[in-house]
C-alpha cells in the first residue's frame, strides 16, 4: 500500500486551488439518474470516491464520460438498464446508497444494499427511509439489501426529521422532485452541498425552495432536462488546507474558498491567533512561524457549525497550541480514532467518550502512523508539517478518497512531502 512522507518543518507560502466538493459532488452524480437527458458536472473533483460512483453509475445503464482536461463529468442516463445497486459497490462508500431515491422516483423500485459500516460510527439509514415510506414507497428489508417500490409513483410529503441529517435531506430532495405533488422538508439540514444540489435540480427542471434554510419546498414535476453545473468549492478541502497552514506557519491564499461557507472555522481560527480575510475569489491565511497559537474549545455542530469533517485537523492543530482544548463530537459516536495516532507523534490527548482534552505541546516529532478514515488521515498529515523530522502516513487510500493532488498542492506551496509507491515502502 503507498504510503505519504513528510518531512516536517517547512512553512507554506503560495497559492493552493481549492477544487469541487467530493460531499456535493457524489450527490449530483446520483441525481443524473432522474433525466434521460445528460447532465453536464463542471469543476468535478477525480477522486476515489467520485470515480467509485461513476462506476456504480454505469452498472445502473449511466453512459459516463469524463473530460479530464476541464474537470468536467458527463453522466447520460437514457435508459436505467439496473435498477440493483449491489453489496460490493455500497458497502465500500456510503453515498453511493443515494442512488436509491432517484431510482425510485424515475423507474419505481428499487434494490440498494444497505451502506456499509464505517469507522466513524453505526450510520444508520432509517431517516432515508423514513422519508421515502412519507412518500408512498413500500420498503421492506431483506438480506441486507432495501428493496423498495414506489409503482404508481411517488407523492409529495409533509417530513419532519427528528434530527438533523444532511443524507436523508438531500435524499429525501432526490426523490420529491419527481413525486407528485408537494413536499415539504422540516428541520432540513443546511449544508451548502444542499443549496448545491437544490441548484443543480432547479437548472434541471425541479422546483425547489428554501434550500439552505431549515425549511426546504419542492412542487414535483414530471420529468427532468439535462443541464450544466458546477460543483460548489469544498469547504472541507479549504479548512483542511487553512489548518495545513495555520500548523506549519506561512502565508497561504486559498483560492476558489468561499468565505461565507466557512464561519465556524474562521471563527475558531482567528480564536487561536490565526489570521484570516476574505481575498478576491479567495481566503489568505497567515500565521506567523514565531510565538505558539492559542489552545481554544470547541464542538462539532451541523451546519453553520462547526463541522465534524474539520474536527480531526483542528485537533491536530490543537495538539501544538498552549493550553488545553476541550473537543466535543455531537455528531459522530466514534469520530476520535485519529488521537491514538497523534499521539505517536507526542500529542498528549484524553478522550473521554465524546469529549478530547488536548493538552498542547511545545514540539510533535515525526513517527510511523496509520490512517484510519479520509479526515483522520489528513490530520496525521497536518501534525506531520509541523513535527521535527520525517512522519510516514501509511493507507493512504482513505486520502484518495477525498483530496485531489494532496501532495502536489502541498509541496506547491513549500512542503516536504511525497508519495512511496508500495514496491518503494516495501
Ligand atoms: C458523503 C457526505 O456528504 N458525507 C457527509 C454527510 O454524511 P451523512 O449524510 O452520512 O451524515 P448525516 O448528517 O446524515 O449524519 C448525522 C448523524 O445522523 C445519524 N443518522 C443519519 C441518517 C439516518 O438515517 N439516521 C441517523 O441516525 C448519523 O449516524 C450521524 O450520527 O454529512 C456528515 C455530517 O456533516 C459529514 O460528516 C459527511 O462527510
Ligand atoms: C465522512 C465522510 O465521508 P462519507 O460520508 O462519504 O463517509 C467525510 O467526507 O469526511
Request: proline share 3%; hydrophobic share 50%; with cysteine.
Amino acid at each position: 500500500m503507498d504510503r505519504i512522507v513528510i518531512t516536517g518543518g517547512a512553512p507554506l507560502n503560495g497559492t493552493i486551488p481549492i477544487f469541487g466538493a467530493k460531499n456535493s459532488a457524489l450527490k449530483l452524480q446520483a441525481a443524473s439518474l432522474l433525466s434521460a437527458e445528460p447532465l453536464m458536472l463542471e469543476n468535478m473533483p477525480d477522486l476515489a470516491d467520485t470515480r467509485f460512483m461513476a462506476q456504480l453509475l454505469i452498472t445502473l445503464g449511466v453512459d459516463v464520460t469524463w473530460i479530464k482536461e476541464t474537470h468536467t463529468l458527463r453522466l447520460h442516463a437514457a435508459d436505467i438498464v439496473s435498477t440493483i445497486a449491489p453489496y460490493d459497490q455500497v458497502r465500500k462508500m456510503r453515498a453511493s446508497f443515494n442512488v436509491l431515491g432517484p431510482l425510485l422516483a424515475r423507474a419505481g423500485h428499487a434494490t440498494v444494499s444497505l451502506p456499509g459500516g464505517c469507522a466513524i460510527g453505526a450510520r444508520p439509514v432509517d431517516l432515508h427511509l423514513k422519508a421515502f415510506e412519507a412518500m408512498g414507497a413500500d420498503i421492506v428489508i431483506e438480506q441486507g439489501y432495501v428493496k423498495a417500490a414506489a409503482l404508481r409513483g411517488l407523492k409529495g410529503a409533509e417530513i419532519d426529521f427528528p434530527f438533523v441529517s444532511v443524507g436523508a435531506t438531500e435524499h429525501a430532495m432526490l426523490a420529491a422532485v419527481l413525486a407528485k405533488g408537494d413536499t415539504v422538508l422540516k428541520n432540513a439540514a443546511r449544508e451548502p452541498e444542499i443549496a448545491d444540489l437544490a441548484d443543480c435540480l432547479n437548472a434541471m427542471g425541479a422546483k425547489v425552495e428554501g434550500a439552505g434554510t431549515s425549511e426546504i419546498r419542492i412542487q414535483g414535476v414530471t420529468s427532468l432536462s439535462g443541464a450544466k453545473h458546477a460543483v460548489v468549492a469544498d469547504r472541507i478541502e479549504a479548512g483542511t488546507y487553512a489548518m495545513a497552514a495555520a500548523a506549519a506557519g506561512g502565508n497561504v491564499l486559498l483560492s476558489g474558498a468561499r468565505f461565507e461557507h466557512l464561519g465556524a472555522m474562521i471563527k475558531f481560527l482567528r480564536d487561536v491567533g490565526v489570521t484570516v480575510e476574505a481575498e478576491g475569489r479567495g481566503l489568505r491565511i497567515v500565521r506567523k512561524v514565531n510565538g505558539r497559537l492559542k489552545a481554544t474549545d470547541f464542538e462539532t455542530e451541523a451546519f453553520p457549525g462547526f463541522p465534524t469533517d474539520l474536527q480531526a485537523q483542528a485537533m491536530a492543530l490543537m495538539s501544538l497550541a498552549e493550553g488545553r482544548s476541550r473537543i466535543k463530537e455531537t455528531i459522530f459516536e466514534n469520530r476520535f480514532m485519529h488521537a491514538p495516532e497523534l499521539a505517536r507523534l507526542g500529542a498528549q490527548i484524553a478522550v473521554h467518550g465524546n469529549e478530547a482534552i488536548v493538552t498542547g505541546v511545545d514540539k510533535l516529532i515525526g513517527a510511523p502512523v496509520m490512517a484510519t478514515d479520509l479526515r483522520a488521515s489528513v490530520s496525521l498529515v497536518i501534525a506531520g508539517l509541523a513535527a521535527e523530522g520525517e512522519t510516514a502516513v501509511n493507507r493512504v487510500y482513505h486520502l484518495d478518497r477525498g483530496f485531489e493532488k494532496l501532495e502536489a498542492k502541498l509541496v506547491g506551496v513549500g512542503a516536504q512531502v511525497a508519495r512511496q509507491r508500495e514496491e518503494e515502502a516495501a
